[in-house]
């Protein structure tokens, strides 16, 4: 059974940092794409950066405008953990945050693209 398990959300000051990790387990992840997605309060989810491959073999990661140069997605050494720092948070960053997992290679940036979700983690950032 996948199981995608999410860590290290939590409640920082604006300017801080945290770092999101998702352990996934059940099968190999190491050909699949996998992202990160945030859902704030009255809002839609949204993509935040994902990670894929293009062609089968080239590396590739993908990440939002709003969180570029702020935020970096990452694979564990054995592609089966996922991993989001984020550096300057805002407020706006406030959401529950979602580790996704596709059994497509290619980075997508629409969450029905994604087959399997973690439960999420809470992310406050207090001005």
């Known amino acids: 059974q996948v199981q995608l398990v999410e860590s290290g959300g939590g409640l920082v000051q604006a300017g801080g940092s945290l770092r999101l990790s998702c352990a996934a387990s059940?099968?190999?992840?190491?050909?699949?794409?996998m992202g990160w997605f945030r859902q704030a309060p009255g809002k839609e989810r949204e993509f935040v950066a994902a990670?894929?491959?293009?062609?089968?073999?080239?590396?590739?990661?993908d990440i939002t405008d709003s969180v570029k140069g702020r935020f970096t997605i990452s694979r564990g050494g054995a592609k089966n953990t996922l991993h989001l720092q984020m550096n300057s948070l805002k407020p706006e960053d406030t959401a529950v945050y979602y580790c996704?997992?596709?059994?497509?290679?290619?980075?997508?940036?629409?969450?029905?693209?994604?087959?399997?979700w973690g439960q999420g983690t809470q992310v406050t950032v207090s001005s």
């Open positions: 996704a997992a596709s059994r497509r290679s290619s980075v997508h940036n629409s969450d029905s693209s994604y087959d399997y």
């Open positions: 990670t894929g491959w293009i062609g089968g073999s080239t590396y590739y990661a």
């Open positions: 059940g099968r190999t992840f190491s050909t699949y794409a």
